[in-house]
Structure formats: C-alpha cells, structure tokens
C-alpha cells in the first residue's frame, strides 16, 4: 500500500470514529430528553391548566363586577324615583300645612 492509500484509510476511519462519536452523543441527548419528556409535558400541562384557572377566576370577577353595577345602577334608580316620590310628597305636605295655617289665621 502506498501513503496515499494509507491516508485515505486514515481519514475514513477518523472520520467514522467522528461520526461514530457524534451519533452516540446525539443518542445519548436524545434518551435523556425522552426520559425527561414525561415531566417536562406534565409541568407544561399543569402551567397551561393553572392559566386557564386564573384566567376563569379573572373573567368570573369581571362578570360579578359587571352584575353589581347593573344591580347597583337598578337600585340607585329606585332609590331615586322613591326620594323623588317623598319630596313630592313633602310638598305637598307643606302645601297642605300652609293652607291649614292661613285658614286657622
């Protein structure tokens, strides 16, 4: 065999012990990132479950706020026709006590 022929041997055999090296370090990612799938899904799901809790929590505190200012609203507005009724009613009162007043005089 001559050198060139013993360099090209050289070079593929490093070059296979290269890539023979690289595969199994690749292998070897591969295997610990699928052990550790399982946990890195299930802390995934549990971060996606507790935003959906949060944001149901957010969206039903929006929605009481809502209904307690159409309540609120609702109730000023009663409480407002019913002082509107008791100052007509007062007027007329003091309308009432006038006229008793100048026919007592």
Not at 40 to 55: A, G, R
Request: proline share 1%; charged share 35%; no cysteine.
């Amino acid at each position: 065999m001559t050198n060139s022929d013993y360099l090209l041997k050289a070079v593929i055999k490093k070059v296979t012990e290269k890539l023979n090296f690289i595969l199994v370090e690749k292998i070897e990612e591969a295997t610990n990132i699928a052990q550790d799938a399982p946990e890195i899904l299930k802390k995934e799901f549990d971060s996606f479950k507790e935003s959906i809790i949060e944001e149901a929590i957010r969206m039903e505190k929006a929605e009481n706020i809502q209904e307690n200012e159409t309540t609120n609203t609702y109730q000023n507005s009663k409480i407002k026709k019913a002082l509107n009724e008791i100052e007509g009613i007062n007027k007329q009162i003091d309308l009432f006590n006038k006229k008793i007043n100048n026919q007592i005089q």
